[in-house]
């Protein structure tokens, strides 16, 4: 029963955090006055620290496993390629990153529904 909780609080959060960030890298992209509001830097990291709570509630139940390290590792891609789409100089160097943080988004997706980092025999 808390596992199921814990993984709807997981899976409401991913909708969230790429809603969010789709929003923010819109707004980057247009030059939006919205980006700047106090909000927009802030629910960003309420909504990523109940992800992160409610992933490691759920290795606690599961216990470690190596498609969970292969998502963790991603993660770290997905965090340095979407902050330098939000960030970056150019714009080219902007959309490069932002499809780079999106491969990534959907390689941890991918490797959540499969339980394996090796995504090969995905058709």
Do not use: N
């Amino acid at each position: 029963m808390v596992y199921l909780l814990l993984k709807h609080v997981h899976l409401t959060c991913v909708s969230l955090t790429l809603v969010l960030f789709s929003l923010r890298v819109y707004w980057r992209w247009t030059e939006s006055a919205r980006l700047q509001a106090r909000w927009v830097r802030i629910v960003p990291h309420v909504i990523d620290s109940c992800l992160l709570a409610s992933a490691l509630g759920m290795v606690s139940i599961l216990g470690w496993q190596v498609w969970i390290g292969a998502k963790i590792t991603a993660l770290f891609g997905y965090i340095w390629l979407g902050r330098l789409a939000l960030k970056g100089k150019t714009p080219l160097q902007r959309f490069y990153a932002l499809m780079g943080a999106l491969g990534f988004f959907a390689y941890i997706v991918a490797v959540a529904l499969t339980k394996s980092p090796v995504l090969g025999g995905l058709s």
